[in-house]
């Protein structure tokens, strides 16, 4: 009798994911307690593991490579803040550690400031960005940001409408401010095999959002998934 040759699987090409993350968020979710000051490492290792559990029903069988873009008031005007300069320290061999899965590798980081679909013409030489000034005084010594949620819903929308990798879209966030432009992400995506989710703890009540949570293999409430 002939024995069998077992043909080795040939491994899957990678899907690329972008992670579209509201940093701020995030810190405040990585905290273990009220008054923790969550380093930008731990922030950037629960925010792995918000993808991996996002990711979770393709893990098995599926690779992904991740491209961070974080989004945070990341100038005082031209100044750099302390969370920018704090993550200019973390190098591309730091992120490949942080991942949280073997099937997850995270290639890289980009920051919103750099906004996607702008001319080259709009950058900012003393920032090297198109969108300096996103934080600013408030008064009485509190600082706000600008800018920042919009930046996140252009990069998005513009990422959806040009399929360029095939990419799957991941958005980091609490504020349902961003789903209209999740929406209206999603509705670029509805004629690809490309997929989105809003990686968020939030329910909603009045939406019919909740299955944009995490990525299924198919859509629980009629969507392209």
């Given at each position: 009798?002939?024995?069998?040759?077992?043909?080795?699987?040939?491994?899957?090409?990678?899907?690329?994911?972008i992670?579209?993350?509201?940093?701020?968020?995030?810190?405040?979710?990585?905290?273990?307690?009220k008054?923790?000051?969550?380093?930008?490492?731990?922030?950037?290792?629960h925010?792995?593991k918000?993808?991996?559990?996002?990711?979770?029903?393709?893990?098995?069988d599926?690779?992904?490579?991740?491209?961070?873009r974080?989004?945070?008031?990341?100038?005082?005007?031209?100044?750099?803040?302390?969370?920018?300069?704090?993550?200019?320290?973390?190098?591309?061999?730091?992120?490949?550690?942080?991942?949280?899965?073997?099937?997850?590798?995270?290639?890289?980081?980009?920051?919103?400031?750099?906004?996607?679909?702008?001319?080259?013409?709009?950058?900012?030489?003393?920032?090297?960005?198109?969108?300096p000034?996103?934080?600013?005084?408030?008064?009485?010594?509190?600082?706000e940001?600008?800018?920042?949620?919009?930046?996140?819903?252009?990069?998005?929308?513009?990422?959806?409408?040009?399929?360029?990798?095939?990419?799957?879209?991941?958005?980091?966030?609490?504020?349902?401010?961003?789903?209209?432009?999740?929406?209206?992400?999603?509705?670029?995506?509805?004629?690809?095999d490309r997929?989105?989710?809003?990686?968020?703890?939030?329910?909603?009540?009045?939406?019919?959002?909740?299955d944009?949570?995490?990525?299924h293999?198919?859509?629980?409430?009629?969507?392209?998934?």
């Amino acid at each position: 009798m002939l024995g069998l040759t077992m043909v080795p699987r040939k491994p899957l090409r990678p899907i690329p994911v972008i992670a579209f993350v509201d940093w701020n968020t995030q810190r405040i979710a990585a905290r273990r307690h009220k008054n923790d000051a969550p380093d930008a490492e731990q922030v950037l290792e629960h925010v792995a593991k918000i993808i991996k559990n996002g990711l979770s029903d393709f893990l098995p069988d599926f690779r992904f490579e991740v491209r961070l873009r974080l989004y945070c008031g990341w100038h005082k005007g031209f100044e750099p803040t302390d969370r920018r300069r704090e993550l200019a320290h973390i190098s591309d061999e730091d992120l490949f550690g942080i991942s949280a899965h073997r099937n997850i590798v995270i290639r890289g980081l980009d920051y919103g400031d750099n906004a996607l679909g702008a001319l080259e013409s709009r950058r900012v030489a003393g920032t090297n960005s198109h969108l300096p000034g996103t934080c600013r005084d408030r008064g009485n010594g509190r600082l706000e940001e600008k800018m920042v949620d919009t930046a996140l819903v252009s990069d998005l929308i513009y990422c959806a409408a040009r399929d360029e990798d095939g990419s799957w879209l991941a958005i980091l966030g609490e504020d349902i401010d961003l789903m209209p432009g999740v929406y209206a992400a999603e509705g670029f995506l509805t004629t690809s095999d490309r997929k989105i989710a809003y990686l968020r703890d939030g329910t909603e009540s009045y939406l019919l959002c909740q299955d944009l949570r995490k990525f299924h293999r198919e859509a629980e409430h009629g969507g392209h998934q």
